[in-house]
């Protein structure tokens, strides 16, 4: 599957641990990351400082659903069982 441009579900509903740039911290669950431009598109994508774990995501219809909104509700129920 291919991600769906401008989702950002993975980009916001989980937390992120390890720095980002502009987040040193990472990011906490639910928070958008500061790498979104304004059409929801990471700034780091296929750069070497994107994280590890932004690089380890592989959409999967069972994560992404149908739409971005409901991509964005499973990946934050996922996130809210890890916790």
């Known amino acids: 599957m291919e991600c769906r441009l401008g989702c950002a579900a993975c980009c916001i509903a989980p937390s992120i641990s390890?720095?980002?740039?502009g987040?040193?911290?990472?990011k906490p669950a639910g928070v958008r990351c500061v790498q979104l431009d304004e059409r929801n598109l990471c700034r780091?994508?296929?750069q070497p400082e994107r994280p590890k774990v932004c690089l380890g995501f592989t959409a999967e219809p069972w994560?992404?659903?149908d739409?971005?909104?409901?991509?964005?509700?499973?990946?934050?129920d996922l996130e809210g069982l890890t916790v």
Do not use: D, H, K, T
């Open 18 to 21: 390890s720095p980002i740039p």
């Open 44 to 46: 780091l994508f296929g």
């Open 67 to 76: 739409s971005a909104e409901q991509a964005l509700r499973i990946i934050s």
């Open 23 to 26: 987040m040193p911290q990472g």
């Open 63 to 65: 994560v992404c659903g």
